[in-house]
């Protein structure tokens, strides 16, 4: 069996401030299946106070392919301005995304402060894409995937949805777990029950940060030739429950407007008083720093 090199990661104690200059990781430590002789080496760079892997959509799919061909398994983290602003505040949250196999931008303003910096990633790679194209992937393998989160019945109607799609699609397990299933040991171990005994090869976790990540970095002990993507609201997306913003709205970085509109109530704090104003500090920041004379 083929081994696959695994980054150092960047050091969670790291200072992250939103404007500071993007560092890139030596291609000769990036994480690069040996079964993916022709895929370039992704540097990770460091934006919003987390670091990310510059690889495309396709890209992505490519490493998992290669890596679960190997018996290798792997986590995926998708962070957005939401989850940078939690991981630039806690050092065991930062830890939580930076020790990710696979690190990739979710959120369009980390896109553009990447771009601003001078080292930009191809493009914003997001669970609610990711849960179609690796389920696609796992169709054509015969690789069964389990669908994790979501309230009940809609974990459900999402693998209706992905197998429609997808014909061959193996979906060997659905569940929606209780609120504050993880408050007790008993809880937690009945999710990771349930998951283990299903068997998958892909596993989409959509809990929200930071509890999807924190149970999926307890899985990946359990199920090492397993691959994990954090996927936040994508099976409620998937599934049709919750609507996702038109595609004009994806790449003009709008679809947190569209989010807001149609959930006011839950999202209207997150957005306006916490997330909006660390985006401007990042993205000024990140100005600022390009414009600064050395």
Known sequence: MTSRTTAPRPPAQRPSEPGERTKTVPPSESTVPDDAPHEPASARVWV???GVDALTEEEVVRRVAAALEAGEGGRIVTPNVDICRAAAADPELRELVCSADLVVTDGMPLVWAARLLGTPVPERVTGADLI??????AARRGWPVYLLG???GVARRAAGALTSRH???EVCGVDAPAYRFDATPEGTRSVHRKVIDARPRLVFVGLGFPRQDRLIAGLREELPE???VGCGAAIAFAAGTVARAPEWMRPAG???AFRLVSEPGRLARRYLVD???FAVRLLGGCLATR???W
């Open 291 to 293: 414009l600064r004379p």
């Open 167 to 169: 014909p061959g699609l």
């Open 226 to 228: 397993a691959w994990f």
């Open 150 to 152: 979501g309230p009940p």
């Open 275 to 277: 997330d909006l104003p």
């Open 254 to 256: 709008l679809e947190w």
């Open 48 to 50: 919003g106070g987390v």
């Open 132 to 137: 179609w194209s690796l389920s696609e992937l």
